[in-house]
Nanobody, 120 residues
């Protein structure tokens, strides 16, 4: 499975960005899709995650500002980021948990990451 991320960049505090992540390859089903981020000197942390049943898990630090959604037909997950703060600056990674076939175990896949920089 290949993941292609887009939408990162430089934005002023208070601004917005929308990240996209498209999954391609041998995919029977996708259990969950999500976004993680890693700031310099910090551990990677969950930002938002959405399951096949559209249940979402949003980090408290971004709740009310970020929204996660998915387009099942396109195997794509989106992260709408509003009211960005300098502390949101990080490399954002897409994560997909999927099965290649009905009998396959669920596997984890990661994108290469996209830089989000928020200036004050």
């Amino acid at each position: 499975v290949q993941l292609v991320e887009s939408g990162g960049g430089l934005v002023q505090a208070g601004g917005s960005l929308r990240l996209s992540c498209a999954a391609s390859g041998i995919i029977f089903s996708i259990n969950a899709m999500g976004w993680y981020r890693q700031a310099p000197g910090k551990q990677r942390e969950l930002v938002a995650r959405i399951t096949s049943g559209d249940s979402t898990n949003i980090a408290n630090s971004v709740k009310g500002r970020f929204t996660i959604s998915r387009d099942n037909a396109k195997n794509t997950v989106y992260l709408q980021m509003n009211t960005l703060k300098p502390e949101d600056t990080a490399v954002y990674y897409c994560n997909v948990q999927s099965r290649a076939h009905w009998y396959s175990p669920v596997s984890d896949y990661w994108g290469k990451g996209t830089q989000v920089t928020v200036s004050s």
